[in-house]
């Protein structure tokens, strides 16, 4: 950055004294810094293609006096202050969804590039770990509101911009479909696939363009949609979180993801959650009676009884009998590697457990985040491989700190992957458990990842994603629709490409949301009740939020502030009924009509009645057709944990990686234009998931009743990465 007034245009000075530049610093210079920089592996024609791609760009070069460098200046039409004063950019509305790693560079990539009047909703506090890579927050800022913050910062550097922040949930009622209306266009960098879609469905009923982003390790996406010329956001598949069938969370464990999903969901939830919560740690203890008089629960801490006896008979029970359990079905084990069960005698002698951890420096009670296992023990390094005699010390010290420091937490808690004891915890019982079924251990460092589907960040993705954007954007405002792109930021040199430029989809004709196409409903009519239907379908899958559900004229269900008593109380009846004996009944063909008022959103759904469903494929007990998500990965490598920055390795196939902020979902193509007419969007009706694995690892598949899932709270961002690009084809792209 050169000049009194800070100018911002870049001067690569260090590559050569000849080398300029007229790219605004806020605009371009992190897409194509990067190119420049990969120049060892890019040719000069790799680069002039990529940024003839990106019609205000062009390239030129020339050789430098020093010699085998290639001098490179890549100018664009517009200079700063060009772009600052055209009308389009000048007299902008824009709405910023989102505050965090792509947010903060965005505000101030749009504060840079001239733009006037900006608005940012976000309902999240800075954390710690967001300072690595949101840099408009410092330390003192941790626990204030993101969106309120990054207003701050920018406007210290653009003082004369007007930035309104909203501390707020984008799904509040206020943000309605006219408070919509008032943008020219709306920027997501959002980090979670249900307010994504809301987003979606309040742009289209406003009929206002978006512009959808996201970004995981070195991958980043940027997607247009403008109602009636692109897709929308939901005219493709969208991923849905890893399941896994419950035996083989709780009686094959194959793969250290699955010891994770014990430890987390069944273990750590029974402990320190609902105790009166079902799940199939609480077997009959090894004292118990072979009657039919219901056991005790070997989870209560019985009277007089310390925390260390607790810890052991919990121990003993979990990692010991349980397995000598498993052990005794000889059939079972036929095929695989028998676990071998581990008690606490063996692995820490009851000196060892006096000694063990020293509490005054675990953390205050009163900070309940800063309690630690590791602090207690003197284990400072999260990237080292513990012991099992570690992993168990770390496990009686986490349950008696929970149970000193944090007792009245107990019974509430949920597992959460920025409460340090709770992933020591978590790390520690995955590791026995892994440790019993001969399942490699990893690091704490490596479990938080995986129980947190954490892919960590890179700061520079979220600059060039944010850079792309607004090249989006100004188009968009421009009304350039011949040159909207989605573009994608590959790891490595791709056919010739690290930017891939491509033509958005055409509007999917059977997507419910922009099409309005009917839907259909497989359930069992005398059997499901109105609330399954809400649940599972109305909520789960078509992401609303204040549901209106008519059949005909008859209003069966309807969520609102505005409801009398004697409404709410008539509706809550009809949650308990099944669908036959609803005041209306639902029957084989009755099509109901669900709406949500605040989205603006209607959907009619056929219901066919079905009496009989797949418990495995099918545990909804419904099958909803016309609605997709993404087909099933393959099972080779998908519970490798997360490497931070991703396996380059993997381009080839189709995977799904659930991240701290964003996620990728990269779709294998086999062939895509590069040119012409907009792309085709699938039908959702062409879109298959593979059939369900035949691995012995994942059989007894009379067990598989439920499913146990890694929750990804609110990390669902989706990218689409096209692997297998070639500029020069001219066919149609086909989704595999």
Not at 2 to 18: I, K, Q, Y
Not at 68 to 75: A, C, D, G, I, K
Not at 112 to 136: A, K, P
Not at 543 to 559: F, N, R
């Amino acid at each position: 950055r050169t000049g009194a007034n800070n100018s911002h245009r870049l001067f690569c000075s260090s590559l050569s004294p000849e080398f300029d530049s007229s790219i605004p610093l806020s605009l371009f210079h992190l897409p194509f810094l990067r190119l420049l920089f990969c120049l060892q592996t890019t040719s000069v024609n790799q680069l002039e293609q990529t940024c003839n791609f990106f019609p205000p760009l062009s390239l030129s070069f020339s050789t430098s006096s020093t010699p085998s460098v290639t001098l490179f200046r890549v100018s664009t039409p517009f200079p700063m202050a060009s772009l600052q004063q055209s009308p389009a950019i000048k007299g902008a509305k824009v709405l910023m969804v989102g505050a965090g790693g792509i947010g903060c560079e965005l505000l101030k990539t749009l504060a840079l590039s001239g733009f006037e009047d900006i608005h940012i909703i976000d309902m999240d506090t800075i954390e710690v770990s967001n300072l690595n890579r949101q840099f408009l927050f410092r330390q003192k800022h941790v626990g204030q509101s993101k969106a309120k913050v990054a207003r701050d910062a920018v406007l210290r550097f653009r003082p004369h911009i007007s930035i309104s922040s909203y501390h707020a949930n984008v799904k509040d009622s206020n943000f309605n479909v006219d408070f919509f209306k008032q943008f020219n266009v709306v920027l997501n960098g959002l980090d979670n696939l249900d307010a994504r879609r809301h987003v979606n469905r309040l742009c289209l009923a406003a009929e206002v363009p978006l512009v959808e982003s996201g970004t995981t390790g070195f991958l980043g996406q940027v997607s247009v949609h403008v109602k009636g010329r692109t897709d929308c956001y939901e005219c493709n598949p969208k991923p849905s979180p890893k399941t896994y069938p419950v035996c083989t969370i709780t009686s094959t464990p194959s793969k250290f993801v699955h010891c994770i999903v014990w430890a987390k969901e069944l273990l750590f939830a029974k402990l320190f959650g609902d105790k009166n919560q079902d799940n199939d740690l609480n077997v009959r203890s090894s004292d118990s009676t072979g009657s039919s008089e219901q056991a005790e629960d070997v989870f209560e801490r019985k009277a007089n009884e310390s925390i260390e006896q607790y810890g052991r008979r919990i121990y003993d029970h979990v990692f010991g009998y349980n397995i000598e359990q498993a052990l005794s079905n000889e059939e079972t084990w036929k095929s695989r590697n028998k676990p071998r069960p581990i008690y606490s005698r063996d692995v820490i002698s009851a000196e060892l457990m006096q000694q063990n951890g020293n509490s005054d420096k675990a953390g205050s009670a009163g900070d309940p985040l800063s309690v630690s296992a590791m602090a207690s023990l003197g284990l400072k390094n999260p990237q080292d491989l513990w012991s099992l005699k570690d992993n168990s010390r770390v496990f009686f010290e986490a349950l008696k700190l929970f149970f000193g420091k944090r007792e009245k937490e107990i019974g509430s808690l949920c597992f959460d992957k920025d409460d340090p004891l709770a992933v020591e915890f978590v790390t520690a019982a995955a590791n026995i458990r892994a440790a019993s079924f001969g399942i490699p251990l990893h690091s704490l460092f490596e479990a938080k990842g995986i129980a947190g589907n954490i892919v960590h960040a890179v700061a520079t993705t979220n600059a060039i994603v944010a850079g792309l954007i607004v090249i989006e954007a100004i188009k968009v405002l421009q009304k350039d629709f011949d040159s909207y792109r989605m573009s994608y930021c590959l790891e490595h040199v791709t056919q010739k490409m690290l930017i891939m430029p491509v033509q958005p989809f055409e509007p999917n004709k059977s997507c419910c949301v922009c099409s309005e196409t009917p839907l259909t409903l497989e359930i069992d009519t005398n059997h499901s009740k109105l609330r399954d239907f809400v649940e599972k379908i109305v909520k789960a899958k078509l992401s609303m939020t204040s549901p209106l559900i008519m059949h005909g004229s008859s209003l069966l269900y309807e969520v609102g502030d505005d409801l009398d008593d004697a409404m709410i109380a008539n509706y809550s009846a009809n949650l308990e009924k099944v669908l036959s004996s609803l005041p209306s009944p639902v029957t084989s063909g009755t099509m109901l009509t669900v709406e949500d008022l605040q989205q603006e959103f209607t959907c009619n759904i056929n219901i066919k009645h079905r009496e009989e469903f797949d418990e495995e494929n099918e545990p909804d007990g419904m099958v909803l057709h016309g609605w997709t998500q993404v087909p099933t990965k393959p099972k080779d490598d998908d519970d490798k944990p997360p490497t931070g920055n991703g396996d380059s390795s993997k381009t080839s196939q189709t995977e799904t990686v659930e991240a701290e902020a964003e996620v990728v979902v990269k779709i294998n193509i086999e062939e895509i234009g590069a040119s012409g007419n907009k792309r085709k969007a699938p039908d959702s009706r062409d879109i298959s998931t593979d059939p369900p694995s035949n691995d012995v690892n994942e059989a007894t598949a009379a067990n598989h009743k439920k499913v146990h899932k890694i929750d990804d709270g609110d990390d669902e961002e989706e990218l689409v990465m096209l692997d297998h690009w070639d500029i020069d084809t001219n066919k149609k792209q086909k989704l595999r």
